[in-house]
């Protein structure tokens, strides 16, 4: 990296750090989401099969 080059890698963070950053956070939220989704869908899928052994 030549010092000519840091104004140009200075801005391409400036634009792109902020938005990949956002993005990242949102992964994590969305992927901590789809977790407790999936926990929420094996213990309707548990008592649906309790139910049906009942009957």
Known sequence: M???SIPV???LIGNFGFPI???IYL???FERKLD?????IT???D???SI????
């Open 21 to 23: 950053a956002i993005t």
């Open 27 to 29: 992964f994590i939220r």
């Open 52 to 55: 049906n052994r009942k009957n």
């Open 9 to 11: 890698w200075i801005s």
């Open 36 to 40: 407790k989704l999936e926990a929420v």
């Open 2 to 4: 030549t010092p000519e």
């Open 43 to 45: 213990q309707l899928a």
């Open 47 to 49: 008592g649906i099969k």
